[in-house]
C-alpha cells in the first residue's frame, strides 16, 4: 500500500500543493502552522472519506474557496488508482456540505471509494480515545472497521438511519400515543444491521485482546496486567423487547450499537480514570500497533502509518519501538525540526513545508 | 510564596510519603506510572482544595483505604502555616465523600483555606481549555479566581446553589403551573452572585487581554493577531426578564455566569477550530504565563509553578521561555529522566519517585 503522489486544491491552508511522496519514509518539517497536519488529514481522508479531526466537512476548505480538491496516486496490491475527493459549500452561511468521490475518474459512492487506500494515524490527541467520551471509541472502532469490511459503512449508515426513523416514532406514541404500528419495521432494521456491526466489533476485540497485552509487555519491557472490554449493548430482539417502555418514555432507542462503548483495565483499574498519563500513552501506542497489524491480517497489505507530531511525546523505549516499525510500510512523519534519530535512516526524504 | 514540605498518605498510589521539597527548582523523576503527577495533584490540591485531574474528590483516596491526608509547611510573605486536607471516603458505594480542611491545626472552611498557598499547574492536558467543552473553560477561570479573590469563592457557591433552586421552581411552574411567587428570591440571588462573578471575570480577561498578545510574540519572535474574547452570558434584570419564558419552557435558568465562555482567535481564526496544535500550545503556554503574572499582580507575590511532564512537548524557542523564568518562583518539575538543559541548573534538586 503507498501513496505515490498527492495533489491538494484549497485544501485548508494549501490553496495548490503537489507533494510527490513516493519513499518509504516520508519527513514533513515545517514551522507551526505551516500545514503539516493538514496534509496528513488530505492523505486519512482519501482513505477512510472522513477527516479525522475536522467536525463539519466543509472545515477542510480553505476560507476564501467555495470547494476543495484532494487527489492522489496510489499503488495497492491489486494496482494503481487515482482517488479524488472533492467537498463543496452549499451556498448558504449553515455547516452543510455536499461530497463527490470518484475512482479512475468515474464517480463512486463513499462506501466504493473507501478502503482502496488504507491509513492509520498516530497523534498526541489519540489519548482522548482513552480519556475521551463513549462516542470518540465508537468512532474509533468504526474508522478501523470501514478500512477492513466494505459491508460495515453500509450497515452503519443504514443502522443510523433506522435508529433516526425508530426514535421518531418513539416520540409519536410517546406525546401523541399513535404510530405502535409502525415502529416494527424499523425495529427489524435496527435488528439486522445493529447485529452485524457488534459481530464486527466484536471479532476486532476478539484480536486486540489477544494482541494488546503482549504488545504492551514487549513495548514496557516487563509484565502488565491488560485487558480491553468491548462494553456491548447487545442488540437483540429481547433486549427490545425489555427496554420498549422505558424507551418510549426516553422517546430514544436505547439497545444497540450506537451506545456501545470499550474499556481498558491496566492492573485490574480502569486506564481512563486511574492510569498516569505516561501509561495511558504506552497503551495507546500499543492500541495503534494492534491496529496496523488487524488491517493487514484482513487486507493483506500494511496500511499506510501516518505519525502526526508524536516523537517529542514518546521516551526512549517507546520511541524505538515505533522507529523499528518504520520500514515496514510506507510512513509520512510530521516535525518541526527533523528529528536525531531519523538521521541514521537513509531511505528518508525530507520535504519542507512552507 | 513556597512549599517546604509534603506530607501525604494514602493519597493515590503513595501509601505515606514524606518529601522535603524546599528547594528553588524540585525535579522529580521516576518511571511511568509511578506517582510524579500524583505529587503535583496534592500540592495543587492544597492551594485550590479541588484535584485538577480527579472527577470526584474521594478519586484522591488510594484504593485499599477509607480516608486520605495531604499536609504541607507552607511559607508565603505573611509567615508560616501548616495546611492540611482530608478526604473522607462515605461507606456505600456512591461517588460521596467529605472533605476537612485545616489552617495550624484549626478547622477551616474551603474558602479560608484556599488561597493561601498558590500555585500553577501547567501540563499536556492543558490543551484541552482551548479544545474542550465550555465547562473546563469555566473551571479554568475559576481557578486562578479563586486564588486571588476570597469572595470569588463564596459567590461561586452562592450562585450555583440559587440556580439549581431556581431550575427546581422552573420545572414547577412548567409542569405544575405553580410556583410563580417563589422564583423572585432565588432570581434576586443569582442575579447578586452572578453579578459579583461576571465583574471578576471581566477583570481577569482585560488583563489577559492587555497582556496575551505581547507574550505571544515574544513566545514565537514574530507578530501574530491574537485576541482573546470573553463570551459573557450577562446576568441582568433586563435579560432575565426577556428569558424567562424560555426558560420555563426550558425547564432551567437560561442566563448567567454558568453559561459563560472564552474564545481565542489567532490571526482572525477560531483557534480551537482551525489553529494547528503547534499554534494551540504556543498561546496556552503564553496563557499560563500570564496567568502566573496575574496571581503575582493580585496577590504581592508569585505562586509556586508546577510543570507536569511538559518539556518534550515543547519545541526549542518554547523550551527556552520556560526555562528562563524557572527561578522567578519555587518550581516543581516531572520528567521521566532528567532533561539535559536542566543540568546547567547548579540550584536544581532531584528527588528520584519509586
Same mark, same amino acid.
Given at each position: 500500500?503507498?501513496?505515490?503522489?498527492?495533489?491538494?486544491?484549497?485544501?485548508?491552508?494549501?490553496?495548490?500543493?503537489?507533494?510527490?511522496?513516493?519513499?518509504?519514509?516520508?519527513?514533513?518539517?515545517?514551522?507551526?502552522?505551516?500545514?503539516?497536519?493538514?496534509?496528513?488529514?488530505?492523505?486519512?481522508?482519501?482513505?477512510?472519506?472522513?477527516?479525522?479531526?475536522?467536525?463539519?466537512?466543509?472545515?477542510?476548505?480553505?476560507?476564501?474557496?467555495?470547494?476543495?480538491?484532494?487527489?492522489?496516486?496510489?499503488?495497492?496490491?491489486?494496482?494503481?488508482?487515482?482517488?479524488?475527493?472533492?467537498?463543496?459549500?452549499?451556498?448558504?452561511?449553515?455547516?452543510?456540505?455536499?461530497?463527490?468521490?470518484?475512482?479512475?475518474?468515474?464517480?463512486?459512492?463513499?462506501?466504493?471509494?473507501?478502503?482502496?487506500?488504507?491509513?492509520?494515524? %498516530?497523534?498526541?490527541?489519540?489519548?482522548?480515545?482513552?480519556? #475521551? !467520551?463513549?462516542? @470518540?471509541? +465508537?468512532?474509533? =472502532?468504526? &474508522?478501523?472497521?470501514?478500512?477492513?469490511?466494505?459491508?460495515?459503512?453500509?450497515?452503519?449508515?443504514?443502522?443510523?438511519?433506522?435508529?433516526?426513523?425508530?426514535?421518531?416514532?418513539?416520540?409519536?406514541?410517546?406525546?401523541?400515543?399513535?404510530?405502535?404500528?409502525?415502529?416494527?419495521?424499523?425495529?427489524?432494521?435496527?435488528?439486522?444491521?445493529?447485529?452485524?456491526?457488534?459481530?464486527?466489533?466484536?471479532?476486532?476485540?476478539?484480536?486486540?485482546?489477544?494482541?494488546?497485552?503482549?504488545?504492551?509487555?514487549?513495548?514496557?519491557?516487563?509484565?502488565?496486567?491488560?485487558?480491553?472490554?468491548?462494553?456491548?449493548?447487545?442488540?437483540?430482539?429481547?433486549?427490545?423487547?425489555?427496554?420498549?417502555?422505558?424507551?418510549?418514555?426516553?422517546?430514544?432507542?436505547?439497545?444497540?450499537?450506537?451506545?456501545?462503548?470499550?474499556?481498558? %483495565?491496566?492492573?485490574?483499574?480502569?486506564?481512563?480514570?486511574? #492510569? !498516569?498519563?505516561? @501509561?495511558? +500513552?504506552?497503551? =495507546?501506542? &500499543?492500541?495503534?500497533?494492534?491496529?496496523?497489524?488487524?488491517?493487514?491480517?484482513?487486507?493483506?497489505?500494511?496500511?499506510?502509518?501516518?505519525?502526526?507530531?508524536?516523537?517529542?511525546?514518546?521516551?526512549?523505549?517507546?520511541?524505538?519501538?515505533?522507529?523499528?516499525?518504520?520500514?515496514?510500510?510506507?510512513?509520512?512523519?510530521?516535525?518541526?525540526?527533523?528529528?536525531?534519530?531519523?538521521?541514521?535512516?537513509?531511505?528518508?526524504?525530507?520535504?519542507?513545508?512552507?
Amino acid at each position: 500500500m503507498k501513496i505515490l503522489e498527492l495533489r491538494l486544491a484549497n485544501f485548508r491552508n494549501h490553496k495548490k500543493l503537489i507533494l510527490n511522496l513516493d519513499y518509504e519514509i516520508v519527513l514533513l518539517t515545517g514551522a507551526n502552522g505551516a500545514g503539516k497536519t493538514n496534509i496528513l488529514e488530505a492523505v486519512y481522508a482519501l482513505s477512510t472519506g472522513k477527516s479525522i479531526k475536522a467536525k463539519y466537512d466543509r472545515d477542510m476548505i480553505n476560507y476564501t474557496a467555495r470547494f476543495t480538491t484532494a487527489g492522489a496516486d496510489i499503488e495497492n496490491s491489486s494496482g494503481k488508482y487515482l482517488l479524488e475527493m472533492q467537498v463543496i459549500k452549499e451556498p448558504d452561511a449553515s455547516n452543510i456540505s455536499s461530497k463527490k468521490t470518484k475512482v479512475n475518474k468515474v464517480p463512486k459512492s463513499l462506501v466504493s471509494f473507501s478502503g482502496i487506500f488504507n491509513s492509520v494515524m %498516530f497523534s498526541p490527541e489519540d489519548l482522548n480515545i482513552i480519556t #475521551g !467520551s463513549p462516542s @470518540e471509541r +465508537r468512532k474509533y =472502532m468504526d &474508522a478501523i472497521l470501514v478500512q477492513t469490511d466494505k459491508n460495515y459503512k453500509r450497515n452503519t449508515s443504514a443502522y443510523l438511519k433506522a435508529v433516526r426513523q425508530r426514535n421518531k416514532i418513539l416520540e409519536k406514541i410517546a406525546e401523541e400515543n399513535r404510530g405502535r404500528d409502525e415502529i416494527g419495521y424499523w425495529t427489524k432494521k435496527c435488528l439486522e444491521h445493529g447485529t452485524y456491526i457488534q459481530e464486527q466489533r466484536e471479532k476486532l476485540f476478539d484480536y486486540f485482546n489477544k494482541k494488546l497485552p503482549e504488545t504492551v509487555e514487549k513495548l514496557n519491557g516487563k509484565d502488565t496486567a491488560v485487558e480491553i472490554k468491548y462494553l456491548m449493548n447487545e442488540i437483540s430482539e429481547e433486549r427490545l423487547k425489555k427496554h420498549e417502555e422505558h424507551e418510549v418514555h426516553a422517546k430514544t432507542t436505547l439497545v444497540g450499537p450506537h451506545r456501545d462503548d470499550f474499556c481498558i %483495565f491496566h492492573n485490574k483499574h480502569n486506564l481512563s480514570e486511574f #492510569g !498516569s498519563r505516561g @501509561e495511558q +500513552r504506552s497503551v =495507546m501506542l &500499543a492500541l495503534k500497533l494492534c491496529e496496523i497489524n488487524y488491517i493487514e491480517q484482513e487486507n493483506d497489505e500494511r496500511p499506510v502509518l501516518l505519525l502526526d507530531d508524536i516523537f517529542s511525546e514518546l521516551d526512549e523505549n517507546h520511541r524505538s519501538s515505533v522507529f523499528n516499525i518504520l520500514e515496514q510500510q510506507q510512513t509520512i512523519i510530521t516535525s518541526t525540526e527533523p528529528p536525531d534519530f531519523l538521521s541514521t535512516k537513509s531511505n528518508t526524504h525530507e520535504i519542507k513545508v512552507l
